[in-house]
């Protein structure tokens, strides 16, 4: 079965401490990966994507992820977060050629920055 | 430039009501994706559309659910008869992609935030 974990559901952090959020997947054919940022009452935002190549992806605003094809992950950091990085953060995939692009989300993982 | 835009951004609807969601897609953008968001839970997929063609209408939960986007470009999903689990934010999201890749980016509009009483 194809299906997208997020395994936390809340990660507070202080101002400047490193962060990482984590993924996984379960998929028997290709993917491709994305990290999606919700702020309150506005629409996702797109981080930052892998497709192929490098496993070390950069995004906007700091974010760096990287694509572990053994373990399935694709696990989001920040090695100094902010408050303005205080949001939700949503891990989604791609499965396979055919798909037209619909995503699965994972859960969110909601990040809190405190000063 | 300006992105994906939906409306209305709040709706209240009484159990039994017929709804009409509207989703004004980036112009030039030949897909548009539907996904319904419930409270806590992240965007599940509801349908997919290239130009004004509906390819896969999987994630639609129930025959009450029905999106349409006749010209290829703005695009209404219509729910008949609410229950109170249709209660949810309800997203539209469009991308330039023409081909079944999966690799172009989706912008999202802000989401209609449907509550059925």
């Known amino acids: 079965a194809q299906s997208v974990t997020q395994l936390d559901s809340q990660v507070p952090v202080f101002e400047e401490a490193p962060v990482e959020l984590r993924c996984n997947y379960s998929s028997s054919v290709s993917v491709y990966l994305f990290w999606y940022v919700q702020y309150p009452n506005q629409g996702l935002q797109l981080l930052l994507k892998?497709?192929?190549?490098?496993?070390l992806v950069k995004g906007i605003n700091g974010f760096e992820a990287e694509f572990n094809k053994s373990q399935t992950s694709f696990h989001l950091r920040k090695p100094s977060v902010h408050i303005s990085d205080t949001a939700e953060y949503f891990c989604a995939v791609s499965f396979g050629g055919t798909s037209y692009g619909k995503l699965t989300f994972g859960q969110g993982t909601i990040l809190t920055v405190h000063p | 430039g300006a992105g994906v835009s939906q409306s209305p951004r709040y709706k209240v609807a009484k159990r039994g009501q017929d709804v009409a969601l509207r989703c004004d897609p980036i112009?030039?953008?030949?897909?548009l994706f539907w996904y319904q968001q419930a409270l806590g839970q992240g965007p599940e997929f509801l349908t997919y559309?290239?130009?004004?063609?509906?390819?896969?209408k999987s994630g639609l939960p129930s025959d009450r659910f029905f999106a349409e986007r006749p010209e290829g470009s703005v695009s209404t999903l219509k729910i008949q008869r609410t229950q109170q689990e249709d209660s949810a934010v309800y997203l539209c999201a469009s991308s330039l992609a023409r081909g079944p890749s999966g690799t172009d980016t989706q912008y999202f509009g802000p989401g209609t935030r449907l509550t059925v009483l």
């Open positions: 112009s030039g953008h030949v897909s």
């Open positions: 559309f290239q130009n004004e063609a509906q390819l896969d």
């Open positions: 892998y497709l192929s190549g490098s496993t």
